[in-house]
Structure formats: C-alpha cells, structure tokens
C-alpha cells in the first residue's frame, strides 16, 4: 500500500465519521476521533508515530509533551493502544 492510498484511505475516514483535518503537506488529524479514524486502517497498516500540534491562526506549532516515535512502524492496531 502507498503512502497516497493510506492518507487517501485516512483522508476518507475523517470524513466519514466528521473527524476534523488539515493538511498542509503533512496530514493533521484531530485527537478526538484519531482512534476511529485509524480503526479504518487495515491491520497491516503500519503507523510510524504521533506527532502534536497547536493551531495558532495560520501556524501550527509542535508540541513536545506529546510524541511517540515507532522506528520502522507498527501495526495499527498496536498504535491505537498507545493513544
């Protein structure tokens, strides 16, 4: 699976279940939501981590409190259990 499949199948999702996005290059999804959207994923899906974000009118700021890095990717039902 590409990664255009994947964001096109992630894009779908928020949709769907009117889960809040932006995307600006990178594909930001809303915390709340993010376990439904990613139960859409196929199980062989692998997420490589979650970055956070503030939104300050036009700018999206990193948070550091919050971000997980999963090297070489795990399955995404693995990662639904680290939300």
Known sequence: MTENSINQL???????HRVKFHWTGL???????????????????RILGFDTFTL???ETR???DYYSEYGE?????????NI
Do not use: F, H, N
Request: proline letters at 7%; a negative charge.
């Open 10 to 16: 992630l894009v779908d999702a928020c949709m769907k």
């Open 56 to 58: 300050c009118g036009y």
């Open 27 to 45: 594909l930001m999804i809303q915390l709340t939501g993010i376990e439904t959207v990613l139960g859409e994923l196929p199980a062989d899906v």
């Open 73 to 81: 990717g795990i399955p995404s039902s693995e990662a639904l259990a």
């Open 62 to 64: 990193p948070r550091l």
